[in-house]
């Protein structure tokens, strides 16, 4: 059974750096034929998709444009997990985040992780 | 970005009915769309992928159809259980977007 689990904080101060874990049980970071995928949920924008990462002979990512100069999606092997970092957080980046596996559709996912952005 | 459009935004229905919510999407997907579950202070949990296949171990009383822009969720004969918030999802072009979900109360 294929399991993540999230790790981080829940408060992050504006202008900082909002860094999430996500640790993958039953998998590995590394296969073939998953992408690892990191989704935010916030009731003024629903789910938003940020990016994810894969391995295909070498480690490629994909980002959305709303948080690209912001977003890094980095693969771990050593711990078979995966993280998010999103630099100069405002207000508007509160949200649960969720990883989520995909090999089609996102399954499973994170249990999430509620981040508030404030001072 | 592929908009995708719910609709209903919201539906009641009883034990035993049978409902069907839409999504639409703004640009052609193919078949590359999901459905999923959403229960309060839970992940989403997939029902459907390609637009018309079964996740296993979701109840069968769940189908997904259509093609393109245009696509279905139907429950075939609700179950007190499914009372949630249904998403769509589509997966044919990033950004990977959403649908904005309709809550379904039983």
């Known amino acids: 059974q294929i399991q993540l689990l999230q790790s981080g904080p829940g408060l992050v101060k504006p202008s900082q750096t909002l860094s999430l874990t996500c640790a993958i049980s039953g998998d590995s970071v590394s296969s073939l034929t998953a992408a690892w995928n990191w989704i935010r949920q916030s009731p003024s924008r629903g789910l938003e998709w940020l990016g994810r990462t894969y391995y295909m002979s070498t480690w490629y990512t994909n980002y959305a444009d709303s948080v690209r100069s912001r977003i890094i999606i980095n693969p771990d092997t050593s711990k078979n997990q995966f993280s998010l970092q999103l630099n100069s957080v405002t207000p508007e980046d509160t949200a649960v985040y969720y990883c989520?596996?995909?090999?089609?559709?996102?399954?499973?996912w994170g249990q999430g992780t509620l981040v508030i952005v404030s001072s | 970005d592929i908009h995708m459009t719910q609709s209903p935004p919201a539906l009641s229905a009883f034990v035993g009915d049978r409902v069907t919510i839409t999504c639409r999407a703004s640009q052609t997907i193919n078949n590359w769309l999901a459905w999923y579950q959403q229960k309060p202070g839970k992940a989403p949990k997939v029902l459907i992928y390609?637009?018309?296949s079964l996740e296993s171990g979701a109840p069968s009383r769940f189908s997904g159809s259509g093609f393109g822009t245009e696509f279905t969720l139907t429950i075939s004969s609700l179950d007190p259980d499914d009372s949630a918030i249904y998403y769509c999802?589509?997966?044919?072009?990033?950004?990977?977007?959403f649908g904005q979900g309709t809550k379904l109360e039983i």
């Open positions: 390609k637009a018309s």
């Open positions: 989520a596996r995909q090999t089609d559709s996102f399954d499973p």
């Open positions: 999802q589509q997966y044919n072009t990033f950004p990977y977007t």
